[in-house]
């Protein structure tokens, strides 16, 4: 996921992991970034690429606890939450506790895996519980005091890899070569995402979300 929007304020990164979107994200970033993971590993390893960096903190934080949220005193104009919430038992006390978290003006960012037909080998082995369809993560947004400013499909061609590898070949892991040959074929296949039956679905939902206020 590419960011080409700049985050004013203070912005959360929940469920940081070893900073794969967190690199692009600090560059769209101009105020304070917060960096949060559950795995004191990952944090560690957080620490050594932002090291030096300023305007960086990193935390701890497990989104689903309510002494973590607690210790937090900050509140965020933006909060990010990508491919995260599909790993979470419960995804509602999560997006609950986001959004305490969250400015009266800010807004929620989540990406989460789409279309319960794609659940398959792949998912098991990366831990998640589930896969979701516009309308359960609209019921689960509508569950909380947010309401959604936008809701739309990403990345229509990884559907065909990711039900080829986990569906029918049953692989628990990504092919590397295969891989590396799709990320080559990016910038051509951005072309054709212009059109909007291919934006009509994706292997990835994203919702933008405000609190109601």
């Not at 990884?158 to 029918?168: D, E, H, K, R, T």
């Amino acid at each position: 996921m590419r960011f080409n929007l700049i985050f004013w304020g203070n912005v959360l990164d929940v469920g940081s992991g070893i900073g794969t979107y967190s690199k692009k994200l600090y560059s769209s970033v101009k105020g304070n970034l917060f960096l949060t993971d559950i795995d004191y590993k990952n944090l560690k390893k957080l620490e050594n690429l932002f090291k030096n960096k300023k305007k960086v903190t990193i935390k701890k934080l497990d989104i689903t606890s309510k002494k973590d949220i607690q210790s937090i005193k900050n509140k965020f104009d933006t909060i990010i939450c990508l491919n995260v919430l599909e790993h979470i038992e419960d995804d509602l006390i999560a997006l609950k506790n986001m959004s305490s978290l969250l400015s009266d003006t800010g807004q929620i960012i989540l990406l989460v895996p789409a279309h319960n037909f794609l659940y398959n080998s792949l998912d098991i082995a990366m831990s998640h519980k589930r896969r979701y369809s516009k309308k359960s993560l609209k019921y689960l947004i509508h569950s909380t005091n947010l309401s959604i400013k936008c809701l739309f499909f990403y990345n229509f061609f990884s559907i065909f890899a990711w039900f080829i590898n986990g569906n029918i070949l049953k692989k628990r892991i990504v092919n590397k070569t295969a891989y590396s040959l799709f990320n080559k074929l990016v910038p051509l296949l951005r072309l054709f995402e212009k059109y909007k039956s291919i934006r009509l679905t994706g292997i990835s939902l994203i919702g933008i979300c405000k609190k109601n206020i």
